[in-house]
């Protein structure tokens, strides 16, 4: 079970998208919110400051008001950080499990994490929306079938004056082609009684504000998008993922009706709901006030993290010398500086095993891992170092390595997930194997293993019948460096090197498009 730090950590990678550790990723949370250089604590407290609104000094005073704001106890009980903090008043979020109560998929409370106790709840079953049912980018949305809604009543801290309040709305959605409906809005139904009303309609989004409608141009259907309507005193503009999609005008209506998501009022009167929505939404966020552009695109930033950028989850599958080159978050961090991605290492190796144990739990660390996309396969080198050599190696023996892979193989590929191949590292068996490869892993690779797994991943394969990931001549050409004194699992610098060696070559592929060169 993750500790509070841990969750904290993981919310703020999900803002900055990077993977370093705790204090790295919050270095990076300061330097995207452009918080000056200085020592950490230093800039831990213009933080806290910019976060609170709060001109304290007291390092302690600061995090306690910053729990207070988001409505936890204290700063060691904070399990997210926000994007953003200063003049949230909403904070929907379908990917946080706690947030949602629910019963056999329909929601009745969307619980709020601002701190603001604007819970949107829904107590008529055929109007609930459902959760569990669909994601973006492979996280929870909530889903509206064009019947459902939810309501916040008439919250104070939600009623902008239009002409009078600032106020900026964040949203993701993803809305099929030809479908229309709200998202958010405090509205009625004739055009003076529309306060706010952020929409879809004719594959477009459309803000009335205050009466005035703009309707943007850029057709945004069918696709996750970040949605930013922001409102200032005289107009109103939408950004799409970041970038502006046109400004608007806005009215100064009013109104007294109950703020909703998924609809609006279908009277003037406070009554019934109509031009519900049909699509998805995974979260949204409202504030007070028009954030400054780099506040704008944090936010943004964290949105598009979470629910927009192509989220890829390898699992690491094998023994030791997988589990060593998994721990941590080097490798995670090596793909995801190189090239800017959005990248998960899952390490599901264990030391000791032989083909037969990753068979045995393969479809339970399948089952355990359901969003996982890619493989990084490299598994048999504890066969190898029961059997070896080779040539005396029993036909019962090499028969359980084919039939192990196959299985191993057909079951990831039914999963949808993606194998990324790994030919087995050299090792200098009893010190003879460089002169005498016969007697290492060489044919067993050859073989058995390399024929397997290229079979399964053409394209991550040389039309020799290497893999791309080479990692027997990439050990052998310096294993003097690169192996420990046992001549089979690596030393610092050989896990460094397969490491990088990774990143050169299986996820240069994967990411960019591009083959690597053969060693």
Same mark, same amino acid.
């Given at each position: 079970?993750?500790?509070?730090?841990?969750?904290? =950590?993981?919310?703020?990678?999900?803002?900055?998208?990077?993977?370093?550790?705790?204090?790295?990723?919050?270095?990076?949370?300061? *330097?995207?919110?452009?918080?000056?250089?200085?020592?950490?604590?230093?800039?831990? /407290?213009?933080?806290?400051?910019?976060?609170?609104?709060?001109?304290?000094?007291?390092?302690?005073?600061?995090?306690?008001?910053?729990?207070?704001?988001?409505?936890?106890?204290?700063?060691?009980?904070?399990?997210?950080?926000?994007?953003?903090?200063?003049?949230?008043?909403?904070?929907?979020?379908?990917?946080?499990?706690?947030?949602?109560?629910?019963?056999?998929?329909?929601?009745?409370?969307?619980?709020?994490?601002?701190?603001?106790?604007? =819970?949107?709840?829904?107590?008529?079953?055929?109007? $609930?929306?459902?959760?569990?049912?669909?994601?973006?980018?492979?996280?929870?949305?909530?889903?509206?079938?064009?019947?459902?809604?939810? %309501?916040?009543?008439?919250?104070?801290?939600?009623?902008?004056?239009?002409?009078?309040?600032?106020?900026?709305?964040?949203?993701?959605?993803?809305?099929?082609? %030809?479908? $229309?409906?709200? /998202?958010?809005?405090?509205?009625?139904?004739?055009?003076?009684?529309?306060?706010?009303?952020?929409?879809?309609?004719? *594959?477009?989004?459309?803000? /009335?504000?205050?009466?005035?409608?703009?309707?943007?141009?850029?057709?945004?259907?069918? #696709?996750?998008?970040?949605?930013?309507?922001?409102?200032?005193?005289?107009?109103?503009?939408?950004?799409?993922?970041?970038?502006?999609?046109?400004?608007?005008?806005?009215?100064?209506?009013?109104?007294?009706?109950?703020?909703?998501?998924?609809?609006?009022?279908?009277?003037?009167?406070?009554?019934?709901?109509?031009?519900?929505?049909?699509?998805?939404?995974?979260?949204?966020?409202?504030?007070?006030?028009?954030?400054?552009?780099?506040?704008?695109?944090?936010?943004?930033?964290?949105?598009?993290?979470?629910?927009? *950028?192509?989220?890829?989850?390898?699992?690491?599958?094998?023994?030791?010398?997988?589990?060593?080159?998994?721990?941590?978050?080097?490798?995670?961090?090596?793909?995801?500086?190189?090239?800017?991605?959005?990248?998960?290492?899952?390490?599901?190796? !264990?030391?000791?095993?032989?083909?037969?144990?990753?068979?045995?739990?393969?479809?339970?660390?399948?089952?355990?891992? !359901?969003?996982?996309?890619?493989?990084?396969?490299? /598994?048999? %080198?504890?066969?190898? !170092?029961?059997?070896?050599?080779?040539? #005396?190696?029993?036909?019962?023996?090499?028969?359980?390595?084919?039939?192990?892979?196959?299985?191993?193989?057909?079951?990831?590929?039914?999963?949808?997930?993606?194998?990324?191949?790994?030919?087995?590292?050299?090792?200098?068996?009893?010190?003879?194997?460089?002169?005498?490869?016969?007697?290492?892993?060489?044919?067993?690779?050859?073989?058995?293993?390399?024929?397997?797994?290229?079979?399964?991943?053409?394209?991550?394969?040389?039309?020799?019948?290497?893999?791309?990931?080479?990692?027997?001549?990439?050990?052998?050409?310096?294993?003097?460096?690169?192996?420990?004194?046992?001549?089979?699992?690596?030393?610092?610098?050989?896990?460094?090197?397969?490491?990088?060696?990774?990143?050169?070559?299986?996820?240069?592929?994967?990411? !960019?498009?591009?083959?690597?060169?053969?060693?």
């Amino acid at each position: 079970m993750r500790t509070n730090q841990e969750a904290r =950590h993981q919310s703020i990678q999900a803002i900055t998208g990077t993977s370093g550790s705790y204090n790295e990723d919050w270095v990076a949370l300061f *330097d995207l919110l452009g918080i000056a250089s200085g020592d950490f604590n230093g800039r831990f /407290i213009a933080w806290l400051q910019l976060a609170t609104g709060s001109s304290k000094t007291n390092i302690n005073d600061l995090t306690n008001e910053y729990a207070t704001q988001l409505g936890f106890d204290n700063w060691s009980t904070v399990t997210y950080i926000a994007p953003v903090s200063l003049g949230v008043q909403l904070w929907l979020d379908a990917n946080e499990s706690t947030t949602i109560v629910s019963s056999s998929g329909s929601v009745s409370k969307w619980k709020d994490k601002s701190g603001n106790a604007n =819970h949107a709840t829904q107590g008529t079953g055929s109007a $609930q929306p459902t959760t569990g049912s669909s994601t973006i980018n492979g996280k929870n949305a909530l889903s509206f079938d064009g019947g459902d809604f939810l %309501g916040l009543d008439q919250p104070s801290n939600l009623d902008f004056t239009p002409g009078t309040d600032e106020f900026t709305i964040f949203a993701v959605c993803n809305v099929p082609v %030809g479908e $229309q409906g709200a /998202i958010v809005s405090k509205a009625g139904a004739t055009t003076n009684q529309r306060q706010y009303h952020f929409i879809y309609i004719d *594959d477009h989004a459309t803000g /009335i504000i205050g009466g005035s409608s703009k309707d943007y141009p850029t057709d945004i259907t069918s #696709t996750p998008q970040v949605l930013t309507l922001e409102v200032s005193t005289s107009g109103q503009e939408l950004f799409i993922n970041g970038t502006s999609d046109g400004t608007g005008s806005i009215g100064t209506a009013t109104n007294s009706a109950d703020v909703l998501i998924g609809a609006r009022r279908s009277n003037d009167s406070n009554g019934g709901s109509a031009f519900l929505l049909t699509g998805d939404i995974g979260e949204i966020i409202i504030y007070n006030r028009n954030l400054t552009a780099t506040e704008r695109a944090a936010v943004e930033s964290y949105l598009s993290n979470k629910w927009i *950028d192509t989220y890829i989850e390898v699992l690491m599958l094998g023994a030791s010398k997988m589990d060593s080159v998994s721990q941590g978050n080097v490798l995670q961090s090596l793909i995801n500086t190189t090239y800017g991605s959005n990248v998960a290492i899952v390490d599901e190796s !264990t030391g000791g095993w032989t083909t037969t144990n990753l068979k045995n739990n393969i479809d339970s660390i399948i089952s355990s891992n !359901t969003t996982a996309t890619h493989a990084l396969l490299n /598994i048999g %080198g504890n066969n190898v !170092t029961a059997t070896r050599p080779y040539s #005396t190696a029993t036909t019962e023996e090499k028969d359980t390595i084919t039939d192990d892979l196959n299985y191993i193989v057909a079951a990831l590929q039914t999963a949808g997930i993606e194998i990324l191949p790994s030919s087995l590292g050299f090792s200098n068996y009893d010190g003879t194997t460089v002169a005498s490869p016969e007697n290492g892993v060489l044919p067993y690779s050859t073989n058995l293993i390399n024929p397997i797994l290229c079979a399964a991943a053409p394209n991550y394969c040389y039309e020799s019948g290497l893999p791309y990931s080479q990692l027997y001549e990439l050990i052998l050409n310096d294993y003097t460096t690169y192996l420990d004194v046992d001549n089979i699992h690596w030393t610092s610098a050989g896990k460094a090197a397969v490491q990088q060696h990774f990143v050169d070559t299986l996820f240069l592929k994967l990411l !960019t498009g591009v083959d690597p060169e053969e060693i």
